[in-house]
C-alpha cells in the first residue's frame, strides 16, 4: 500500500528508499552500469551520447523494474491467499458431502434394521397361525 502512495508521500517515499537502497537494484545499477561502460569502451565510444544517454536513463528503467517485480511478488501472495481459501472452501464442501453421506447410511441401517424386527415379529405371528391351523385341523 505505501509503495502505491495510498499510506501517504511520505510511506510512498520510504518505500521507494527501501527499494533504492535494497540489494535487488543496487546490484543491478553496479553490473548494469559496468556492462554499459565495458561495451562503450570495447566499442570506442565512451565519452560518445549514446554512452551518455544510456547511463542517464538506466537508473530509472532498472528502478521501475524493480517496483514492477514487486507488485508481481506481492500479488502473488494475494494469488496463494486466494488459492488457499479456495482449497477451504472445497475441502469444507467435500467434509460436508462425507458427513451427508455417512448420516444418509447410518439411516439406512437403521431403517433396515427396523424392518428385519417387523420381518421377525411378522414370520413368528405366522407360525404360529400355521401351527394353530395345524392343530385345528385345517
Do not use: C, H, W
Not at 561502460?37 to 565510444?45: D, E, K, S
Not at 560518445?48 to 511478488?73: E, H, I, P
Amino acid at each position: 500500500m505505501s509503495l502505491l502512495g495510498l499510506n501517504g508521500t511520505a510511506d510512498q517515499q520510504t518505500a521507494l528508499s527501501g527499494l533504492l537502497t535494497g540489494p535487488e537494484y543496487t546490484t543491478g545499477v553496479r553490473q548494469g552500469e559496468e556492462a554499459i561502460l565495458q561495451n562503450a569502451a570495447a566499442t570506442g565510444g565512451l565519452r560518445g551520447g549514446n554512452t551518455q544517454n544510456s547511463l542517464a536513463n538506466f537508473r530509472a528503467d532498472l528502478l521501475g523494474s524493480v517496483v514492477n517485480n514487486q507488485y508481481n511478488r506481492l500479488g502473488g501472495l494475494t494469488s496463494l491467499g486466494q488459492n488457499a481459501a479456495a482449497g477451504v472452501g472445497n475441502n469444507g464442501i467435500q467434509v460436508a458431502g462425507n458427513i451427508g453421506s455417512l448420516l444418509n447410511q447410518q439411516g439406512a441401517a437403521l431403517a433396515g434394521g427396523q424392518i428385519a424386527k417387523g420381518n421377525v415379529v411378522g414370520q413368528t405371528f405366522n407360525n404360529a397361525a400355521q401351527i394353530a391351523g395345524v392343530v385345528a385341523g385345517f
